[in-house]
């Protein structure tokens, strides 16, 4: 019986296998030749070598600072309690949700917990009574009593998202001393605002093409390595989540806003980075590996990277 052959990717084997080391002197010399693995010349993307870019890790480095001391005393402010439904333990349970959307102290989160301890209707009673009133309510649409009324009685659940709150607020105000100084531009998002500079209307450079990409940020001060590409990963993610828990203690119920389409297209390069840098050695495509899942949100983008990894690591 005829057998199909079987497809193989890649080039015919020479026969004689190349020692992890060759192959990543080879894949770097390549690179700072601007040569990628498509046989392309990228537009003068900076690569260095497995000695890695000072000055990149200098300016994603993320700050610290002493969390113990970076709070004023202050007297607990708790929200006016309120007749809403006119039910007593649903109104209850709304104000308990409350406290915890506004504490700035976990004591407040903890005695929260204590009140609704002693309401002994079980959770979901008290929803589906919340939800009857809503739906008496005008003009509110389906979807709006169906989100509003979810979860309004599992104030352990509000009280755990109140922790981790406090908790970024006081790292956030540790590192930057003011909600004001965190909310200002850092210097590697100066770099970044420099280096793109302003975006047209209109232009929706986050979905810009890879090759469009390498060329705005061609100038820019950029990662030599999978370990600074994954350090500046981890850099905009945790000032992302650093804003975003300030913000919400700050100005609780307020709309957060996106991050800046720069910023996006930025991280949109770096991750194409790590499908393209050689790991310098098997503990560095590891580390990499083990890391991306809380930069990297696409399942696809990290396939391609682990793919990556694989296939490059000496």
Known sequence: MHQTPIKRRGRPSSGAALSGAERQRRY?????????????????????DEKGN????????????????????AVPQLPEARTITGDREVDAMLWLKEVCQTARDVAIVDKALEAAAKIQ????????????WLRLQPDLHPLQIAFASIG???????????????AKHAEGMAAFGSYAAAMSATPAE?????????????????????????VLFAGSINPATLSECLAEL???????NIRWRMSQTE????????DDERISA?????????????????????????????????????????????????
């Open 234 to 240: 981890h850099y905009w993610q945790w000032l992302s």
């Open 28 to 48: 770097m010399a390549r690179l700072k030749a601007g040569v990628t693995d498509g046989n392309t010349v990228r537009a003068g993307i900076r690569v260095t």
């Open 266 to 314: 930025r991280r949109w390069f770096v991750e194409g980075l790590l499908t393209e840098l050689a790991p310098v050695d098997r503990a560095e495509a590891i580390h990499i590996a083990d890391g991306l899942k809380g930069v990297v949100d696409e399942a696809e983008r990290r396939a391609e990277i682990l793919e990556h990894l694989l296939r490059t690591c000496p």
């Open 121 to 132: 209707t079980p959770a979901k009673a008290i929803e589906d009574r919340y939800t009857a």
């Open 251 to 258: 100005h609780p119920g307020e709309f957060q806003g996106d």
């Open 152 to 166: 309004i009685a599992d104030i352990e659940r509000h009280a755990e998202t109140a922790r981790e709150r406090i």
């Open 190 to 214: 100066r770099m970044v605002f420099e280096t793109v500079g302003a975006v047209l209307d209109g232009e929706e450079l986050w979905r810009a093409a890879p090759d469009r990409l390498d």
């Open 54 to 73: 000072p000055e990149h890790r200098r300016l994603f480095i993320v700050p610290s600072g002493d969390i113990s001391g970076s709070t004023a005393l």
